[in-house]
């Protein structure tokens, strides 16, 4: 396949998308399209997150079949409240196999509340738990609760390999505060939105080495997609806006969160 991502004049040679769902039902009738099209754009890794018991176990299988899915598993807080007794053992289990590379998405998410916030809490320090003994680094979820969030980490500890922000949605403050926990800033297609300034100001600060770009697809997909479906191959509009904020080349954004990505999932 062409691996080279074209948009306007530029090339874009390598890049990543560090948090996708392509597991998810929105993709059932062109998953094979979708990932064709992410390769042929330049895209030589993407991350497939789990979010429920189903959902990694099927991220597993997609990791299985195509070289560049790698996989997390973990319980998203939406999902806290409807955990079997024994999903710490089948997360066990799960995170032994080769393509899993984190515990994730776990966190807590205090906009929805679809679940208790001590539910979500309880199941978020377990999983925590589980990365520090497993050594696996964690995709966090964070949506207005960046207090308890903070506090939670730093009760609790983070595995040795650390961890990413996933859609960073924080300010200045919170970014410098993860960055000196040892957390990578992950930035997505909301920073291509014209009024999100704050997300700005974090993607062109955030040092080099803990930056991260991601497409949450099918959410989030950035401009000028707004509106349609969101997938991989859309991270190259996040990879310019970022590179634009930076006063550098989209190019150089793509290796440097390719790089960085490798680096904090361990993959070769």
């Known amino acids: 396949m062409n691996a080279i991502n074209m948009i306007g004049t ?11 769902h392509l597991d998810f039902r929105d993709f059932d009738k062109d998953r094979e399209k979708v990932l064709e099209r992410a390769e042929n754009r330049g895209l030589k890794l993407i991350i497939n997150i789990g979010c429920d018991l189903q959902s990694s176990q099927k ?31 089948l997360l066990r289990e799960m995170s032994a196999h080769p393509k899993v590379v984190a515990i994730g998405e776990i ?17 978020f320090r377990r999983q925590l738990q589980l990365a520090r003994e497993t050594n696996l680094p964690v995709v966090l979820h964070d949506r207005d ?8 980490l730093e009760e ?27 957390l990578y ?19 062109a600060t955030v040092p080099a080495s803990r930056l991260l770009i991601e497409t949450d697809a099918p959410f989030l997909t950035p401009t000028p997609r707004r509106g349609k479906r969101n997938e991989p191959a859309n991270v ?3 990879a310019e806006k970022v590179a634009a904020l930076r006063g550098t080349s989209g190019e150089r954004i793509g290796r440097i969160c390719l790089e960085n990505t490798r680096r904090l999932f361990s993959i070769e």
Not at 64 to 70: A, G, L
């Open 185 to 203: 800033i992950s930035i997505a297609g909301p920073v291509t939105y014209p009024k999100n300034k704050v997300l700005g100001q974090v993607a």
């Open 59 to 89: 991220s597993i299988q997609l990791a299985e079949k195509y070289s560049i899915v790698y996989a997390t598993v973990g319980i998203h807080p939406h999902e806290a409240a409807k955990v079997p007794p024994d999903y710490l053992e």
């Open 10 to 20: 530029k090339v874009y040679p390598s890049l990543v998308d560090s948090h996708a």
């Open 145 to 152: 609760a960046h207090g308890k969030m903070m506090s939670i």
């Open 107 to 123: 966190g807590l998410d205090f906009y929805r509340n679809r679940s208790p916030r001590e539910a979500q809490e309880e199941v």
């Open 236 to 238: 190259a509009f996040t």
């Open 156 to 182: 609790e500890g983070l595995p040795l390999s650390g961890g990413v922000m996933h859609c960073f949605s924080g300010d200045l403050s919170l970014a410098k505060k993860s960055v000196e926990m040892g």
